[in-house]
């Protein structure tokens, strides 16, 4: 029997993924949560671990998808993350995949498709959608600028109008920390200002437009 925890902050997708998983006969949700905190405590409580956890990326103002698959994955003997979510740009799959995803479906998958994902994740495997696939070949071949999973997390925070100041406390780190990977993230693209940086990643596809 394949566990599951789904991690997802609407409680509509939530059931209608319990609903999927339970009617699998060889896969059980052993867990909810809201947002990457809850799965951490959800994790934490469990006796036994799940074999998968399915989690989406942006999750309201809790953690969000790609600081949980981190920490997550970093843990001893983890289970596998497979990201389910609507959000396809570079940036995010890159970030997912960086931070140790198993896997990154999107949410109009039919569900014969994320089963399938569920099974392979729990076997090991890497399980990409194929515009997922896709996109991260055209951008392996296209030669554009990559930035680290945190240099683009700090980017599009950015992007959304975050200061340094409350960057440092979503992310967890120190503001110099902040600081610092922005002035990487100015050379990286070859700017010299926070709109730049903005613009040079909505431009490449590293961050995307809210």
């Not at 896969?27 to 799940?50: I, K």
């Amino acid at each position: 029997m394949i566990r599951v925890l789904l991690v997802d902050d609407h409680p509509v997708v939530r059931r209608g993924l319990r609903a999927m998983v339970d009617d699998l006969p060889d896969v059980t949700a052993v867990g909810e949560a809201a947002d990457g905190a809850e799965a951490l405590e959800v994790l934490a409580g469990l006796d036994r671990r799940p074999d998968v956890v399915l989690m989406d990326l942006q999750m309201g103002t809790g953690m969000h998808g790609v600081e949980a698959t981190r920490r997550i994955t970093a843990l001893p003997d983890p289970p596998a993350v497979l990201i389910l979510t609507t959000y396809s740009t570079d940036a995010d799959i890159l970030a997912a995949v960086e931070a140790g995803a198993t896997g990154y479906l999107l949410k109009d998958a039919p569900p014969q498709e994320v089963a399938a994902a569920v099974h392979a994740a729990a076997r090991g495997e890497t399980v990409l959608a194929p515009p997922v696939a896709a996109r991260l070949l055209g951008r392996v071949r296209s030669g554009r600028p990559t930035l680290s999973p945190r240099e683009t997390e700090i980017l599009q925070l950015v992007a959304e109008g975050l200061a340094n100041r409350q960057i440092s406390k979503r992310l967890f780190i120190s503001e110099a920390t902040v600081k610092t990977h922005l002035v990487h993230v100015y050379d990286k693209l070859g700017v010299d200002s926070r709109t730049g940086a903005v613009a040079a990643g909505l431009n490449s596809g590293l961050i995307r437009r809210v």
